[in-house]
């Protein structure tokens, strides 16, 4: 089984700043690409960010140039470091990868694997 743990999340005030993180845990072959989701109250799940294995990123047109993605392969970790936070950014912020187990090692592919979810809330 495999496990994505989040943490981080808290109040914080418009314009400041959070750092989330996410540990997989488990029986780990492979990670694949690992990703951040919000889902703010009354609004469905959307994409934050994606990190691949190499490092190449991509972000939501509402985050960019405010939120960095970044991942430590070696500890199976991905982060999101957000700044200028805003009202709008307060959500429920989840964890997501794409991981091959070491029953199958990605014979089977990469299965999503998510988190429990870190609530940020962004007010005054």
């Known amino acids: 089984q495999v496990q994505l743990v989040e943490s981080g999340g808290g109040l914080v005030q418009p314009g400041g700043s959070r750092r989330l993180s996410c540990a997989a845990s488990?029986?780990?072959?492979?990670?694949?690409?690992m990703a951040w989701y919000r889902q703010a109250p009354g609004k469905e799940r959307e994409l934050v960010a994606t990190?691949?294995?190499?490092?190449?990123?991509n972000y939501a047109e509402s985050v960019k140039g405010r939120f960095t993605i970044s991942r430590d392969n070696a500890k199976g970790t991905v982060y999101l470091q957000m700044n200028s936070l805003k009202p709008e950014d307060t959500g429920v912020y989840y964890c997501?990868?794409?991981?091959?187990?070491?029953?199958?090692?990605?014979?089977?592919?990469?299965?999503?694997?998510w988190g429990q979810g870190t609530l940020v809330t962004v007010s005054s």
């Open positions: 997501n990868a794409e991981v091959a187990t070491m029953a199958d090692m990605g014979l089977s592919g990469y299965p999503e694997v």
């Open positions: 488990g029986s780990i072959w492979s990670i694949n690409t």
């Open positions: 990190i691949t294995p190499g490092g190449s990123t």
